[in-house]
């Protein structure tokens, strides 16, 4: 596919009023989340016809023209894999993405296992996609020619993939099935990592003991302010594992953080004292400030309730194999147990509870209340 480097905000401005007559265009991202505290856009790749366009964010304003077209209804976009690019869209520049289709979304709805852009590409295409860029530093310049080829080749078949798919869908009787969940896809956005306490989104943390929870959270925030004055991502300062092993055993010496291999001998020597510190300060705590984690309050057992989720989950599998339909896809844990805690009677009870979907409803909306009936018997 040709590419243009967009080299000005002119430039910028006359494609962009283009590519408001497109009835398509294809997009992808390029960020440096795994070189710096805070990821930003890098690159914004957009193909258009047999054209692909390159904006350089840190070279161009490219948030006013650039939005208008993410947010002209007329105008599909195509992602593949939206969540990050959605959510960092919203971060970045408050933009909504007015009519998506999302191409891993779609593979979801055709039962497709393989759903990473490269086996799709290899498939229908049969372009062996260079996957090595993709832990590249997208903030560094120049980019070198490979990169160039391999962002372009990112949105070459974005188009071409999305009506392949979108036939399929046709064909299936799902396509307004995954036009909701694009619709819903677009509407997600995004949430800081760095709120208070940290713990609170520290995997392994709601089964720790009050002080150990303390010892964790002042860990957290001694590499929370490192990473950020070395602008580097929290795993390149000390991992999540290394923290765990640190909170849980409570060491206070640097030679006892060896012994324990919590920490490398570079890492010691640059943050040993500052881990040492952080574990002796949440040590002095009294009882009373040290932190809790929050407890969910378990509902009251309720066996009817419980069956009718064994019932529902065993339907699921059924339905999931005559379909060819993921699970997890085709019913979650949280909707079934939202199901058997309401028992509606009806498709229009069902469709109020959260988060069933309309296409759910549609695609089995009788199988589930004739399992709920015949829980009732």
């Not at 580097?232 to 000390?238: D, H, R, T």
Request: glycine residues 4%.
């Amino acid at each position: 596919m040709n590419y243009t480097f967009i080299e000005s905000d002119t430039a910028l401005r006359q494609v962009c009023e283009e590519l408001l007559k497109e009835k398509i265009i294809g997009v992808d991202l390029e960020a440096d989340s795994m070189h710096c505290f805070k990821e930003k856009i890098c690159l914004i790749q957009i193909a258009a016809g047999k054209q692909a366009f390159l904006i350089d964010p840190f070279e161009i304003n490219a948030a006013p023209f650039f939005i208008r077209v993410l947010e002209h209804s007329d105008v599909m976009t195509v992602f593949h894999g939206a969540d990050f690019d959605i959510r960092t869209l919203d971060r970045e520049y408050q933009a909504r993405v007015k009519n998506l289709f999302d191409t891993e979304i779609a593979c979801r709805f055709l039962g497709v296992r393989e759903r990473g852009l490269g086996a799709l590409l290899k498939k229908h295409f049969n372009v062996d996609a260079n996957k090595k860029f993709q832990k590249e530093d997208w903030s560094r310049r120049p980019l070198s020619p490979e990169m160039i080829e391999y962002s372009v080749g990112d949105v070459t078949h974005l188009i071409e993939l999305q009506d392949i798919l979108s036939r399929q869908l046709v064909e299936k009787g799902r396509l307004s099935w995954a036009q909701e969940e694009f619709e819903i896809q677009a509407q997600v956005r995004y949430e800081g990592n760095h709120t208070l306490p940290l713990f609170l989104k520290f995997k392994g943390a709601g089964k720790l003991e009050n002080r150990t929870l303390a010892v964790l959270e002042s860990l957290l925030g001694m590499r929370l302010s490192i990473a950020e004055k070395k602008d580097l991502p929290l795993f390149k300062v000390i991992s999540n594992e290394s923290l765990m092993t640190m909170a849980v055993e409570k060491p206070v010496t640097v030679e006892r953080m060896l012994q324990m291999r919590a920490l490398s001998p570079k890492q010691a020597s640059m943050y040993g004292s500052l881990c040492v510190d952080a574990v002796v300060r949440a040590l002095a705590l009294p009882h009373k400030d040290l932190p809790s984690y929050p407890k969910m309050r378990r509902p009251k057992r309720d066996e009817k309730a419980e069956a009718r989720i064994e019932r529902l989950k065993k339907m699921r599998e059924r339905l999931s194999l005559a379909m060819d339909m993921e699970p997890g896809l085709l019913l979650n844990n949280t909707a079934i147990e939202g199901i058997a805690a309401k028992n509606p009677g009806t498709r229009e009870e069902l469709l109020e509870i959260a988060p069933i979907r309309r296409w759910q409803v549609e695609a089995m909306g009788e199988e589930i209340l004739s399992t709920l009936k015949y829980c009732r018997a």
